[in-house]
């Protein structure tokens, strides 16, 4: 099984600290993803990594920038965290030789104050 | 771009009814993805289904893609199945979106009663 995990389940950081989201998986997959959730707005695509520092910007990059050194790594950083940022972060990962099918981990619940 | 449309938004089922949740997209797609999305966040897989159908369990699925649209069928429900699902769709390069974002609906919420 597909298997990935983020570093913490809840998160609190104050207005202005950097703070960094870890995502690691398991399945030698290419393609990693950040997207947050936010009631009434959905899912939306934050960055994606198609490989090892490689990235492309997805709907929402502003204020977000990511690393991928390594293959099974994917971290989301936040420069300067500010309050509207507060919000649900859940990490994908996905494969083409199986058509892209994403497999989520458990998310991080970040409150910014 | 893909505009994703799930129906019912909220359903309400005694413990060991049927329901069936509807998807419907407005372009062609290469994948289209079932969840469920659990009380602490998690999404859960439940289908890979760009076409055909799929069953696993009490759950089915069948998406007719020249249709543009999806149905994930729920069978004897049970509270766990108690949640949000969503249908996420990645659109077809042809179509002009992106060959890699999924594009999610806005969910459907289930509230099985005991």
């Known amino acids: 099984d597909v298997k990935v995990t983020q570093s913490s389940r809840y998160l609190v950081k104050r207005t202005g600290e950097k703070v960094f989201l870890e995502c690691v998986q398991d399945?030698?997959?290419?393609?990693m993803f950040w997207y947050r959730q936010d009631p009434g707005l959905g899912l939306r695509l934050i960055y994606f990594?198609?490989?090892?520092?490689?990235?492309e910007k997805g709907d929402i990059p502003e204020g977000y920038s990511v690393s991928r050194e390594k293959k099974e790594r994917f971290s989301l950083i936040l420069e300067s965290a500010s309050t509207n940022q507060t919000s649900m972060y859940l990490c994908?990962?996905?494969?083409?030789?199986?058509?892209?099918?994403?497999?989520f981990g458990p998310g991080t619940r970040l409150t910014v104050l | 771009g893909i505009q994703v449309e799930q129906s019912p938004p909220d359903l309400i089922l005694q413990e060991g009814a049927n329901s069936t949740l509807r998807c419907n997209f407005s372009d062609s797609v290469n994948n289209l993805q079932w969840f469920h999305q659990n009380p602490w966040g998690q999404l859960i897989n439940l289908f890979y289904?760009?076409?055909g159908t799929k069953q696993n369990g009490r759950l089915s699925a069948t998406t007719v893609a020249t249709e543009r649209y999806s149905l994930l069928y729920i069978s004897s429900s049970q509270t766990t199945d108690s949640g949000v699902y969503f249908c996420?769709?990645?659109?077809?390069?042809?179509?002009?979106?992106?060959?890699?974002?999924?594009?999610f609906g806005k969910g459907t919420l289930l509230t099985v009663n005991p």
């Open positions: 996420a769709v990645e659109p077809s390069q042809h179509s002009g979106g992106s060959n890699y974002k999924l594009t």
């Open positions: 994908a990962s996905s494969s083409w030789t199986s058509g892209n099918e994403q497999f």
């Open positions: 399945m030698d997959h290419e393609n």
């Open positions: 990594s198609y490989d090892v520092k490689m990235k």
């Open positions: 289904i760009p076409s």
